[in-house]
Each structure stands twice: as C-alpha cells, then as structure tokens.
DNA sequence: AAATTATGACGCAAATATACGACACAATAT
DNA sequence: ATATTGTGTCGTATATTTGCGTCATAATTT
C-alpha cells in the first residue's frame, strides 16, 4: 500500500478491485447478496463461518468500494448490491486482461 | 488465509486469483510481459518503481497462480505470460460475476 | 582463473489484513 | 420503563503482505 501512488492511476484502482474480490468471505457475501435471501447483516453473518464483527468489516471493506450499498431500515441494515459499480469493475477488469492478453507474438 | 478453507472451493480459487491481482506491480507486470517489451527480470525490475528482489517476490506470486511462466535461458529467466491460464481466470471472474449479477428483483 | 551478470533464497522490519470479543447506541418489543 | 435486537466502533492479537538488503550460486565474459 505504501508505495501504492507510484503506479498507473488506472493500475491502482484496478487493483483496488481485484484486492476487494481477493477474499472468498467478500465473495460469499456478493454471492448471498445477488441470490437475494437477505440484505441484513446478521443473516449475512449467520451464514458465514465468521464472527459477526468479522462479517461487519467486510461489509465495510465492499462498501468502500461501492460494490455494495446499505440503507438503514429501523434497527436493521439493507445491504444490497451495486449493479452500476459491479459493471463498472467488471468492465474495468476485462479490459485490463483483454489489453494484456492480446499480443499475437510471443516472447518465449 | 487462515479459515479460508471454511469456504465453498469455487470462491477460495477466484479469490486467490483476485489477490494476485490485487497489487498494482502485478498489475505492471502483466501489461509489460503483454507488450512484450521484455522477458528478463532485470529489465521488469528496472522498469517498476520498487527493488529487483521486490519485483521477484511479485514474479513468484504471479508464477505461483500460473498466470506467468518462466523459461531459463543461460543466467537469464525469460518470463512470459500463460495465456491458458489468464483466460481460465478471466473466465471463472467472469462467471462469478455474471452469476451474482444477474438477479431481476432487487430488495433495496 | 577471475570478474561480471542475472537470479533466487534468506532474514528482517514495517505496514496491512484478518478475526474476534466487549462495549455503546438506537430502534423496537414487552 | 425495561428488555431485546441489529449494528457499528474500539481495542487487541495474530497472520500475512510488502519491501529491501545481503548473500549464494550458476552461467557468461574477460
């Protein structure tokens, strides 16, 4: 992270991406968010092998990227997903690996 | 790492992907061995604002997920990408995301 | 044979990430 | 009014990642 701001702006944020997806409990929680069983966290926590505290973080950790929303209903948090945000990443990812995969000549 | 093996098989290996992309060197590294600007460590290393064991490390990380290959050449390591396994990660990536993605009726 | 070059392995320090329990707080339910 | 519920924050411990210098090694070059 330190030396992060040497490289591409483009590189950063893809990164930042990849490093959001980089752990299967994030993973789990987009998965359980897109089958729309619940938006609430502690069903979410309930269904991971993690403390709720641990669940909590990773939910923050999805929601400083956008990849997710949550709108406060009463007592409870809805989580839901963000369509636009996911598409963006996803965009963003493809075309890196398109742009990185495409060249007709190896070197090997 | 340490209860990552609590979750499904399917989101420990697209989230391991999803770190090795999850530095900007890495990043750099993918798209410079994609210009084919150079195989060589010395001349990736000289090309990343980081030192030449820092630039191994990375190289080991991204080798260690398949996603590059190395050839040795004398004293020299040609490093080149694997196109199978790029497009075997951007395909899995892909998928997850196309399959959490997908849903019509939203709870928010 | 000695110097040079390219590389990985090793050890270490600092920074981050992971994981959790205890606590605080606000909105319901009793 | 009090208890319960759902959440986030805080502090803390451990694990992992990041980053670098030094060293060993093997292939070239001189």
Same sequence: chains 1, 2.
Avoid: W
Avoid at 9 to 20: E, N
Avoid at 46 to 63: A, D, F, G, I, M
Wanted: hydrophobic fraction near 35%.
């Amino acid at each position: 992270m330190a030396k992060n701001n040497l490289f591409d702006t483009d590189l950063q944020q893809i990164s930042a991406f990849c490093k959001a997806l980089g752990h299967p409990a994030r993973l789990a929680i987009l998965r359980f968010l897109g089958e729309q069983k619940s938006c609430i966290t502690d069903d979410i926590s309930n269904e991971l092998p993690l403390s709720r505290t641990t669940v909590s973080q990773h939910l923050t950790e999805l929601k400083k990227m956008k990849l997710i929303q949550g709108e406060i209903d009463g007592v409870k948090v809805n989580y839901c997903l963000n369509m636009n945000e996911l598409a963006n990443m996803n965009k963003l990812i493809n075309e890196f690996l398109k742009k990185t995969n495409c060249c007709e000549e190896s070197c090997c």
